[in-house]
């Protein structure tokens, strides 16, 4: 069995789970054949059924600070968020895949779920990950994966032939694999760079739109994930985050990178060049944790597309994909019993 496959085997299995709420194909596939439900049942089924946890994502731990802008994001955008002050921000870490108590592991998709809370009642929220390009163009290609990634009942692994047969038809994905794959893992959540995927557009108080992608650059020192972290304990990223917090905040520098008109913004397997402009927009600093029975980021849905007025979304086709099942796991697991998370309020006092 041919070596390369088996390893893209493997990572496109870890994928499923961080892409799974980007999974929407209904008005791109058979209408009524093709629902958001319909996605949400097939992940339950690959991860089990976890009654109050999110479908993906479903490990995670809330946080609180405060954004300071510095106002160098006004000229591009008259969003409120981006004029020089500060606003209060509610947000979840969390790892990929639906297993809420999956011992920590430093090669797992790693997320941060953002409420930027604006003044005039406006919200901005983002859900970002540790991937600098996403694995799939379009929602089709994800469901494709999906289907020839699903485990087999008689080994629990995914058809090799069938991942290879995938594969051979994107080697877009194929490309973005290898390129994550090459890439060091930071030790821990606070060293940890975050983006935000998909293109968007901010327009500025002249009605200007500028092409922009953003993402979170930490302020603390890099450090490279070793593989001592898979004899750690099994909460040992948050945990680590719990300690570092009690002792000092956390900080990232919000960065807008600046498209421009020939770059694609309906491809989000497609790195911008490395030369288009950044600009440092503000800083974001996080003070507080909370566990999942007490933080108020429990229950948001960070939905890509509640956006303040000054961003408006691309013509990324993953966008509303995200958030129309993002809204199908959320309906489902508000109507269900909440369960104790993997790392409770007593932990969280325990590892201060």
Known sequence: MNNAVLRFAMIVVVLVSVAGGFAYLGGWLTPGDLTPARFVDAFEQANGVHAGFRRNHAKGLGVSGFFDSNGNGVR??????????????????????????????????????????????????????NLPVFPFRTPEAFYEQLVASRPDPTTGNPDPAAVKAFLERHPETAQVLSAIKSQPVASGFESTTFYGLNAFRFINSSG???????????????????????????NYLFDALIAHIGRQ????????????????????????????????????????????????????????????????????????????????????????????????????????
């Open 76 to 129: 591009f955008s008259k969003a409120i968020v981006f004029q020089p002050g500060r606003v209060p921000v509610l947000g979840r870490f969390s790892l990929s895949g639906g297993m809420p108590h999956v011992a920590d592991k430093a090669d797992v998709v790693r997320g941060l779920g953002l409420q930027f809370s604006l003044p005039d009642g406006e919200a901005w929220r983002t859900a970002m990950i």
């Open 208 to 234: 200007e739109s500028t092409l922009v992608r953003w993402l979170l650059a930490p302020m603390q020192p890099f450090e490279a994930a070793s593989d001592a972290s898979a004899a750690r304990d099994t």
């Open 249 to 352: 905040a956390v900080r990232w520098q919000l960065v807008v990178v600046i498209g421009q008109p020939r770059d694609p913004t309906h491809d989000a397997t497609i790195a911008w060049a490395a030369d288009r402009e950044r600009v440092v927009v503000g800083t974001l600093t996080v003070d507080r944790v909370d566990a999942e029975e007490t933080s108020a980021a429990t229950d948001i849905n960070f939905d890509p597309l509640v956006l303040p007025a000054g961003i408006a979304p691309s013509d990324d086709p993953l966008l509303s994909a995200r958030s129309a099942v993002y809204a199908r796991s959320f309906t489902r697991r508000e109507g269900e019993m909440k369960q104790r998370s993997a790392i409770g309020a007593a932990d969280v006092r325990m590892k201060k």
